[in-house]
């Protein structure tokens, strides 16, 4: 536009502004209306609802509010990662069930994308029976509920014969229908620091390969990193461990009586829970990988090879960072969708936090609470995941200037 | 003029003199089943032990598999009902599969404790609802009869459940059970949530109106980051709370509630999905035609929008369907619950795996037909795209 005609005085004007006609025919006066007729709908059935479980609740005479979260519990949990009794409060149970299942959720997301990664690179394969067999592992798990799954498993994990006769496949390892018994290194302190020295090496070395790649754009020249890495994975952990002691003593467990004694058990519920998840999440991850590598067009991988990239090289710095922009989005809802199925553990007998929950109202009665905590956990955690996620698919979107 | 140099004869296109020292061999056969094979199992030596591993383990499982279901299979047991003998089954477990069970109790698991002198009633409500499936599928039949042949339908199925009229004995809904749970829970469920689904994602696309626009955001978000299972309690414990005295709902109508409100979330998305690919152009020549917001909506969006989200509509639904077995939590007896009692009875305990194998071929059947039918469905929309 030339410089005159902003000058131009009718271009300082405004706009001639239009008031509202009170008219059907003004979309403003309609959108107005129709907006306050819905929302007069739906508050008035909210209000509904709520003025008749006020009453509800006056005439059953149920207690309201969480003051039962201090109140002892005395409801016995089979496995928790943290001290508890039954004689500890509600609080502290419900605390428990939340981290039995994020333990189920995270353990079941890390091996579901592992598993999914594979099938779905294996049906891709040049080799008809490998891929035939993803593709028929896809669709019958695919389609079969989840909740048949896990039922299915535990009671194959039920069929197992018991304690005295276990299954034992390998070494000291075990498979009676009180779980999956194995050996275990006997816990030391000194491990604890080994893992923290081992999670601050970790972040070290990040740190440090940023710094060389910020080196390697300013000169050119990339130093070694994988020295670093050594003494930062592998070195600084053991030095660590050492310098405590170096205690190492294998808990094996052993048959006594009626029962194992010693040794890491995994109880045949959390087995048939992770098995389920695992498997069926699986096949769900294996298509949106497939679909993700397949999405990449062909003409990359050429222009790849014309550049002279190895294979490795190609799929590394080529494919998977476009693959990934496609596989992200939906990956993310199956990592929900893991943490959301978690919930189904209350079939099968595994405490989580939804089981937990619902023996809690069942005891107390305060139906309103108890859910409300679930839906409070699991909004939590699908919100968080969503957050992190979202990062993540920012972090690797294409930079478009 | 010279004549052209003798050696001509032995030069390539190129002009590369060709070696002809050595008779060269005869190409790789690529034809035929040996071709095949030699492309597909055995193009590499990683490729040959791959292929060799995986088909030792497929022999030996397909095998065990075989005479554990077959060979070594119990199809018959002495006594009936509760003086069922099932020794035998026992004696073999671990290594055969005990098919009697399903002799015995297949009519509960597909009809649960529904009368057994009128199990032809849901029998045949399962008939018309694969009937209802397979009308809906072909596209020959999509036009508005097909809304009044679901209305006709869904009379007749309740008119056969009940019962009462016709000289049908009255059955109350507290007997129903097994298959024509499913199917209810799962058909009336998409009917209902399928008209809301594409209300709230029009809602959620109301620029002009952003107090619906947030309402139904919230719905949306809200119910689908919480699981199935905590609706369905809300259903089954908060509900009565709910309601005002003396009012009650009985609790197969409470879960479907919660199944109706649980899948209009997704499939919202799914909608939302098709309405935002869809071009701009579309919308705005609507409006250039004078076209009100509901003849835009009906006439030009939806018929284009749904169209494009055909294939994950049926994805949704899928899930749907096998979600719909999560009503066993709260004790509402479907397929998968009827298979889960089956096995209560003391001479029948640890017999689960038959039950649930039984019932897996019929979870498999529907939503398999209903996964290939949108994979067809998929590549003939995506037709015009192939080269």
Redesign the interface.
């Known amino acids: 536009m030339p410089q005159d005609a902003i000058a131009d005085p009718r271009y300082a004007r405004a706009a001639p502004r239009r008031g509202v006609r009170l008219s059907w025919r003004d ?1 403003t006066v309609r ?1 107005i209306v ?2 306050i007729v ?2 007069g709908l ?1 508050g008035f059935v909210v209000w509904w ?1 709520v003025s ?2 006020m ?3 006056e ?1 059953r005479r149920i207690a309201t509010g969480f003051g039962f979260l201090n109140r002892e519990a005395g409801l016995p949990i089979a496995e928790a990662m943290i001290p508890y009794t039954p004689a500890d409060t509600y609080a502290r149970a419900l605390l428990v069930g939340i981290l039995n299942t994020l333990r189920v959720a995270v353990i079941g997301i890390v091996l579901s994308t592992i598993l999914g990664t594979v099938i779905g690179i294996a049906r891709l394969s ?5 891929a035939k ?1 993803a593709a028929i592992y896809v ?2 798990l ?7 799954q896990l ?2 498993w535990y ?2 994990m ?2 197992l014969p018991g304690p005295r006769q276990a299954v034992n496949p390998f070494g000291s390892v075990f498979l009676s229908n009180r779980g999956i018994k194995f050996p275990w290194i006997a816990w030391e302190p000194a491990h604890t620091a080994a893992l923290v020295a081992l999670v601050a090496g970790t972040a070290a070395l990040v740190l440090l390969a940023r710094r060389f790649t910020a080196r390697q754009m300013a000169t050119g020249v990339r130093p070694k990193l994988w020295p670093w890495a050594l003494a930062l994975l592998l070195g600084l952990p053991a030095a660590v461990w050492a310098a405590m002691g170096a205690p190492f003593a294998i808990d094996a467990p052993v048959l006594r009586g009626f029962n194992f004694q010693g040794g890491a058990t995994i109880t045949p519920e959390f087995a048939a829970l992770l098995l389920g998840l695992v498997l069926y999440t699986a096949a769900f991850i294996a298509e949106i990988v497939r679909a993700g590598i397949l999405a990449v067009h062909t003409g990359q991988w050429e222009a790849a090879g014309a550049l002279g990239l190895s294979r490795g090289e190609q799929l590394r710095l080529i494919i998977l960072p476009q693959a990934l922009r496609v596989i992200i989005p939906p990956m993310t809802s199956q990592y929900l969708n893991i943490t ?2 978690s ?2 553990a ?2 099968i007998g595994y405490q989580d936090i ?1 089981s937990i929950a ?1 023996t809690t ?1 069942n005891q107390t009665g305060q ?2 609470e108890g ?1 409300a905590i ?2 409070a956990v ?2 939590t955690i ?2 968080s995941i969503s957050l992190f996620m979202n990062w993540y698919n920012a972090r690797i979107a294409l930079k478009e200037r | 003029m010279t004549p052209p140099p003798a050696q001509s004869a032995t030069l390539g296109a190129n002009g590369m003199p060709v070696p002809s020292e050595e008779p060269r061999r005869p190409p790789v056969l690529s034809v035929g089943l040996l071709g095949w094979l030699r492309a ?2 055995f ?1 590499s030596w990683l ?1 040959t032990a ?2 060799l591993v ?2 030792y383990f ?1 022999i030996s499982w397909a095998l065990g598999l075989i005479s554990w279901g077959v060979i070594n299979a119990v199809w018959d047991v002495p006594g009936t009902g509760a003086q069922v003998d099932t020794s035998a089954c026992r004696a073999i ?2 290594e055969g599969a005990c098919w009697a069970l399903i002799g015995e109790k297949y009519r509960f698991i597909l009809f649960g404790l529904y009368p057994f002198d009128e199990q032809w009633r849901p029998a045949l409500v399962v008939v018309i609802f694969v009937a209802l499936y397979v009308v809906s599928a072909m596209r020959r039949f999509w036009n508005r009869w097909l809304g009044l042949v679901w209305i006709a339908a869904l009379t007749v199925i309740g008119v056969l459940m009940w019962g009462g009229v016709f000289g049908l004995r009255f059955v109350e809904q507290e007997r129903w059970g097994g298959l024509p749970i499913t199917l209810i829970l799962s058909t009336f469920g998409i009917a209902f949530a399928f008209p809301l689904s594409i209300l709230v994602a029009l809602g959620r696309r109301q620029t ?5 626009k947030a ?1 139904c955001v919230v719905y949306i978000e ?1 119910i ?7 609706l369905l ?2 259903a089954s ?2 509900f ?6 003396g009012m009650n709902i009985d609790k197969l109508l409470r879960a479907q509630v919660a199944i109706i409100l649980f899948a209009a979330a997704y499939l919202a998305e799914v909608v939302r999905g098709g309405l935002q690919a869809l071009p701009r152009g579309q919308y705005e020549a609507a409006d250039a035609l004078g076209l009100s917001y509901w003849q835009k909506t009906g006439f030009i969006v939806l018929p284009q929008a749904l169209r494009l989200v055909i294939p994950p509509l049926v994805n949704t639904f ?1 899930g749907m369907f ?2 719909t ?2 009503v ?2 709260i004790g509402i007896f479907d397929l ?1 619950n009827t298979a ?1 009692t089956s096995i209560i009875e003391p001479a029948w305990q ?1 017999f ?2 038959e039950a ?2 039984f ?2 071929a019929i ?2 059947v529907f ?2 037909a209903m ?1 290939k039918y949108s994979q067809d469905l998929e590549a003939e929309f995506n037709r015009h795209r192939r080269r």
Do not use: H
Not at chain 1, 126 to 130: A, T
Not at chain 1, 142 to 148: E, F, M, T, V, Y
Not at chain 2, 240 to 245: A, G, H, M, Q, T
């Open positions: 979309p959108s129709w907006q819905i929302i739906v609802l008749n479980t009453r509800n609740l005439v040049q080799n008809w029976l490998l067999l669709e019958l695919r389609d079969l509920p989840l909740l048949l039922l299915f009671a194959l039920q069929g959301k199925n919930s189904l209350v079939a939804v619902n109202l139906a309103i859910i679930i839906m699991y909004l699908s919100l | 597909n199992l193009s490729n791959v292929t995986l088909a497929v477990r671990g002009s109106m952003p107090a619906v309402l809200l689908r980051g919480v699981p199935l299972i905590s309690f809300m414990v908060m009565p709370l709910f309601l005002p005295e899928i096998k979600d077995s999560l066993l939590i998968l889960k640890g689960g795996i649930y194998l019932v897996s979870y498999f939503c398999f996964s």
